[in-house]
């Protein structure tokens, strides 16, 4: 053993579960994931800020290329800075929607009924956006190459939603592009590229989930077992 390693055991971080235990822990996971669902109207009630702490500390602890943890998360709580955000994200929809999208790519969206209209970016307690980031390292001030970046960052994401929906809250993703106004609202360095917007908070009590975004292939199309 080297000093670049610790022993797991010494850590006391894996816990050793039975075949049962594992197959019962594995399905209430499952149980609990299956009733996420992408939302687009939320309520305005108040989620306290810890409860966003929590969740980001736990994205955090994603695995990353070299561990460099090319990310950073901007948490928004601020009702003038998120108007901002919505006002910039809706002028980039509407040339989205207005010709900047393929024929393709509306068609596509068209069972979802999504529209230019971001109203929920003002209305959700917070906002998360996270940026990826080109350079860094594994201390803060590093300025070192990172790697497998979108892969990092979006494993970190799924862990994210992941996070929030188990912390009882419900979630969007939303992604206008560009998002490049995100580093000027949030004063974000060039070096760090918009990766993703996760709306967060209570479902409004007449949120509706459309019919298309029900359909989830099962198991036996998505799994091949060698």
């Not at 309520?43 to 810890?50: L, W």
């Not at 497998?148 to 419900?170: M, Q």
């Not at 592009?177 to 590229?193: G, Q, S, V, Y």
């Amino acid at each position: 053993m080297t000093e670049k390693f610790t022993p797991l055991a010494g850590l006391d971080d894996f816990v050793d579960r039975d075949a049962n235990e594992m197959t019962s822990r594995s399905a209430a996971f499952f149980d609990d994931l299956r009733r996420r669902h992408t939302v687009r109207e939320f309520t305005d009630e108040p989620v306290p800020q810890a409860v966003m702490d929590s969740c980001i500390a736990a994205a955090a602890r994603a695995p990353s290329g070299a561990n460099h943890q090319p990310w950073h998360f901007c948490l928004v709580g601020d009702k003038a800075l998120k108007h901002e955000i919505r006002l910039s994200a809706e002028e980039e929809e509407r040339a989205f929607y207005d010709g900047r999208a393929g024929e393709e790519w509306l068609d596509a969206l068209d069972p979802i009924g999504t529209d230019a209209n971001k109203s929920f970016l003002d209305v959700a307690p917070w906002l998360i956006a996270i940026f990826a980031q080109r350079r860094g390292g594994v201390e803060v001030g590093m300025d070192k190459k990172n790697y497998y970046i979108n892969e990092s960052v979006g494993i970190a994401c799924g862990f994210l939603i992941a996070a929030l929906h188990h912390a009882g809250l419900a979630t969007l993703t939303h992604t206008p592009k560009p998002m490049t106004f995100l580093n000027d609202k949030l004063r974000r360095p060039a070096n760090e590229k918009p990766f993703l917007l996760v709306v967060a908070g209570k479902p409004a009590q007449n949120a509706m989930i459309p019919n298309h975004a029900l359909i989830k292939k099962p198991l036996k199309d998505i799994l091949t077992v060698f």
